[in-house]
């Protein structure tokens, strides 16, 4: 019985430190002096990710936080390059972010998100948990326009958490390598 009652303590313990560490990362969030860490190796796992269609809440948001590291990491000078063979392009996560939304609309019920999208804005929103992450300029294609205008998209005003800044540090925390920590 006390035995039990330890390896529940200790579960609930784990289970807040996880939340005071990715409340810590939003914080950073916050800070204009702070530069994300986005590493060529990150990117390249993140490239991965993208390719791969998620079947699960844990695999969505390793997806959606891969989407939003590649995001940030086209904004850098040491990863934009017009270069055809370019390890990453906007043209290439464009489409796997088109690609992302139709598996999300077509298979709603695998996942516990809220995703909608601004019609105004040609902006994507998935709000996983507490975070919600957003797609700027996005390829409005016949699907996503018949989503659009259905009643499943209720968009919501952004939450105002800018998280490319704090991309590299989303991707660690998000890391499947890692989720034995969180």
């Known amino acids: 019985m006390i035995s039990k009652l330890i390896i529940k303590n200790c579960k609930l313990i784990k289970i807040i430190l996880v939340m005071l560490k990715l409340k810590e990362i939003i914080k950073l969030s916050l ?9 060529l190796e990150n990117v390249k796992s993140a490239k991965v990710i993208i390719f791969e269609t998620p079947q699960n809440n844990e695999d969505l948001v390793e997806s959606v ?19 055809k063979d370019s390890l990453i392009t906007y043209k290439m996560l464009k489409a796997r972010m088109s690609r992302l939304f139709h598996n999300i609309i077509d298979n709603k019920q695998k996942f516990n998100i809220d995703f909608y999208i601004s019609k105004d804005d040609n902006c994507a929103f998935i709000e996983i948990d507490d975070l919600q992450f957003s797609f700027h300029n996005i390829i409005i294609d016949k699907p996503l326009k018949v989503f659009i205008n259905s009643p499943l998209n209720n968009p919501k005003p952004w939450k105002g958490l800018r998280l490319q ?16 920590d969180r």
């Open 65 to 83: 936080v891969a989407m939003n590291l590649i995001n940030a990491a086209l904004k850098r000078k040491e990863f934009i390059s017009n270069e």
């Open 165 to 180: 800044k704090i991309a590299g540090e989303l991707f660690d925390y998000f890391s499947k390598d890692n989720i034995t």
């Open 31 to 39: 800070d204009d002096d702070h530069i994300t860490n986005i590493t």
